[in-house]
């Protein structure tokens, strides 16, 4: 996770504004709207000139009104927001024509609603109207840390550094606390927290690979302390204590209390526990446990410092997840799933104990990463910057012709779906959502369902997804066993029961892997180095190297007789798109050079279709890259270029046995950070 957060420098919250987070995948010639649209939010976002921004999105939206008015109302959103921190009262009209006269685009206009109530001034209005505000967005903003106690800065890691750092809300500047030394490539901060009176800020401090430490410092840079240091259990987030003298963490899975003023450890009886945070004044500290050991599903606990011991705050069937606690101490946030999508609730409370039943803040935040309180009860989160999401397309690929744009194939925890996959009869869809759940939709009626595993399903590496068994009964998707161990397991499509398939051979992750049509071979990548590739006969148990080496992604043909992928022959030492007989054999070249991507085959194997990311389109990462679809047959000769091409990393291609239709996954870094205001009830935030 540290590695992936090293490369990408994002946050942000899907589910919350779809409009600015969904992946928008358009043909080789993009249209014109889009392209105007880009060109002034570089202007706002990259030149850092609001005025001339706000002139561009003026003649959009008149320009696009009646032709393409989902591209007018972003423009206009987009104006409002530079006027906003113009400190324009412009806003209000860009704000209010969008709701008048575009409608019918429901997100933008939902947005603008929402800024409407912000600026009515009134302070009833302001007391009783919930608003959401994204307050740091663009290639700079990370979610990393959290915010000042007043509100004013944000804490985050400044991975051009990389280094701690202080954002201004306000102002905009951006100001470094740490100073990095020279020929150190690997150490960075991270998880970092501002204290109670906002004078200090904890952060985790990576040393080396599996080498961290926890330090302080003072806003002004001096002062800086190492607390922790360890080479085998890393601390995860932290939590500073109200009165300052402690720093709440985990090392490893052990909950600690660290002291600021020696840095000695006192153990906390809680066992396994998942975000802790400590209560306003220091007596109790809320946090998350499964419900049952390695289970999914967690309950909300309050321990008591003074006596030991933990009691139940939430109990449910569903997942409970904490947020965090009010500054006044009087609720505690969380999230579950108990309707099926992940919604935000807040529970009362009056010395440790619940005090009624939950109460529905915000429906369908997806992935909500939380940041923290400010004094006054505002909340601010982000999604670490990972938008995951699976589209559906029209195309035809044997023409190589879109019949359709894409569209988005959830429509529910927007940014945090993945692996999506047809079942084999090519009559209903599959794909990961939420915190595990898998949604089974019939192609036909539209009608979805859900399907909670028993055991945790986990994403591994970039463009691979679950599989549907031949017999439509069961997916084999990655997760984690009953025992801990990264596996592939067998997930059956009705109750979610689940057995283990293979244990990982490589690492302490699930294997990339892939079936034989029959379903009774698995394809994986193993040792010795981590990317070699094998196969498993189920029937058998016999295991096998297949010869091919620097694998990056690998595709079976329908027929199952061969293997397409990204990777090199050791022999000639040919490094590209590759193919060879899946019984084992001499690997041949069919595009040289291409570099690694998504891979699909045709359903008569004459083709591959392949997604690379564009040339120079950024720096390979997800809050950069832009990715382009590829057709060439499976026999070689010249690649083609499909008319379609996407923001962020291409992943999952899955056709339909039709050849007509295509899902697809994307991820994307979208670096965006949110703050939920006015949602606590009357005397709900602080002083």
């Not at 470094?176 to 150190?184: A, C, L, M, S």
């Not at 029937?539 to 010869?547: F, I, K, T, V, W």
């Amino acid at each position: 996770m540290k590695h992936l957060r090293f490369l990408i420098a994002a946050a942000t919250l899907g589910a919350l504004a779809t409009f600015t987070v969904a992946v928008r995948a358009q043909v080789k010639a993009p249209d014109q709207a889009e392209v105007a649209l880009r060109a002034a939010m570089e202007k706002e976002s990259v030149a850092g000139d609001l005025k001339a921004a706000i002139e561009e999105y003026r003649k959009i939206a008149t320009t696009y009104a009646k032709s393409n008015r989902a591209i007018a109302a972003r423009a206009l959103l987009r104006m409002g927001q530079c006027y906003e921190k113009l400190g324009n009262a412009e806003a209000r009209r860009a704000y209010e024509r969008l709701v008048m006269e575009f409608a019918d685009q429901v997100e933008p206009a939902r947005a603008a609603r929402e800024r409407l109530a912000a600026l009515s001034g009134g302070a009833a209005a302001k007391s009783t109207e919930m608003t959401l505000r994204r307050v740091w967005s663009g290639p700079g903003a990370n979610g990393e840390g959290g915010p000042s106690p007043d509100g004013r800065s944000l804490s985050y890691t400044d991975w051009q550094t990389p280094d701690l750092a202080v954002h201004d809300l306000i102002t905009g500047a951006n100001r470094r606390i740490t100073e990095k030394k020279p020929g150190d490539p690997y150490a960075y901060p991270d998880n970092s927290v501002f204290s109670r009176d906002g004078k200090q800020i904890a952060y985790r401090w990576w040393v080396g690979k599996n080498v961290c430490e926890i330090r302080t410092i003072a806003l002004d840079g001096s002062a800086p302390r190492v607390l922790y240091h360890s080479t085998e259990n890393c601390p995860s987030e932290l939590d500073w204590s109200p009165d300052g003298q402690h720093i709440l963490t985990k090392l490893g899975r052990r909950p600690v209390l660290l002291a600021v003023a020696d840095g000695s450890l006192q153990n906390l009886a809680v066992e396994n526990p998942g975000t802790l945070c400590f209560s306003p004044d220091g007596r109790h500290i809320a946090y998350e446990a499964p419900q049952v050991k390695d289970a999914r599903q967690h309950d909300l606990f309050v321990f008591e410092r003074a006596t030991q011991r933990s009691l139940p705050l939430v109990r449910h069937p569903a997942d409970e997840r904490l947020l965090g606690w009010s500054p006044d101490g009087k609720y505690v946030l969380f999230s579950s799933d108990r309707r099926g999508s992940r919604d935000a609730y807040l529970i009362a409370v009056s010395g440790g104990q619940p005090q009624g039943e939950p109460v529905l803040v915000r429906s369908d935040v997806g992935g909500l990463y939380g940041k923290g309180f400010t004094r006054a009860g505002a909340y601010f989160f982000s999604n670490w910057g990972q938008i995951r999401d699976v589209f559906s397309v029209r195309i035809d690929v044997r023409a190589g012709t879109m019949q359709a744009p894409p569209a988005d194939a959830a429509g529910s925890y927007l940014g945090s779906n993945w692996g999506p996959d047809f079942s084999r009869d090519g009559k209903f869809t599959a794909y990961v959502s939420g915190q595990g759940a898998i949604v089974v939709q019939s192609l036909e009626t539209a009608e979805k369902r859900v399907v909670k595993p028993d055991a945790e399903i986990r994403r591994v590496g970039r463009m691979y997804g679950l599989r549907w068994a031949p017999d439509g009964r069961s997916f084999v998707a990655p997760g984690v066993d009953s025992q801990g161990k990264a596996s592939l397991l067998r997930v059956d499509s009705l109750n979610g029961q689940s057995t283990v398939l293979l244990n990982a051979a490589c690492a302490d992750t699930p294997p990339p892997f892939d079936l034989s049509p029959d379903g009774k071979r698995v394809f994986y990548i193993g040792s010795p180095d981590c990317g070699t590739l094998h196969v498993w006969d189920s029937a058998s148990g016999e295991d096998r190297q297949q010869g091919a080496r620097g694998v990056w992604s690998f595709a079976v043909s329908p027929d199952g007789g061969q293997l397409a992928y990204f990777g090199s022959d050791v022999e000639t030492g040919s490094k590209g798109l590759l193919v060879m007989p899946s019984a084992g054999g001499t690997p041949r070249l069919v595009v040289p050079a291409v570099s690694r991507g998504a891979l699909a085959w045709s359903p008569d194997g004459r083709d591959l279709l392949y997604a690379t990311e564009v040339p120079g389109a950024g720096d390979g990462t997800p809050a950069t890259a832009r990715y382009a679809l590829w057709r060439v047959s499976s026999q070689g000769g010249e690649p083609q270029q499909l008319p379609l091409m996407v923001d962020g990393m291409m992943m999952s291609l899955r056709v339909h046995p039709d050849g007509q239709r295509m899902l697809y996954g994307t991820l994307r870094a979208s670096p965006e950070i949110w703050v939920m205001e006015n949602f606590l009830p009357a005397n709900g935030g602080g002083k």
